[in-house]
């Protein structure tokens, strides 16, 4: 399965939030989200959940990118440095591919490169 055509074009939701995948490897992906008025929340920074969709994009793309299909079993996020604007990147790295399950690591930076959000998933592999 070729991550970025077979996967993240049918997803509707990340495209209606405004994220781009860049690239995909094995098990790794890259997308970026430029911030919008929509993205933010009551206090004018950038809303939890579109961090975390962010991060589940890239998250999907690099733990679909191995020719099985792959979800989530499990998601940790930490937002460590609130924003208001600008462009945000997304980086997903593989740690473990054991069979069935992989672990992923999901930095999120502002431009400067300035950690704003560490997403943490595990994804389980249906193996045919």
Known sequence: MDAKTDYFEKDAFSRH?????????????????????????????????????????????????????AVAVNINISYLKAVAGGVLTARAAENNLQGRIGS????????????VALFEGLAYRKIK
């Open 17 to 69: 939030c405004g994220i781009e995948l860049l690239e995909t490897g094995p098990g790794t992906a890259t997308a970026r989200m430029k911030l919008q008025p929509h993205h933010l929340n009551h206090v004018g920074t950038v809303h939890g959940a579109a961090l975390f969709a962010l991060g589940d994009a890239v998250f999907a793309a690099a733990s679909n990118s191995h020719d099985h299909v």
């Open 104 to 115: 992923y690591t999901i930095r999120i930076e502002n431009e400067e490169g300035q950690l």
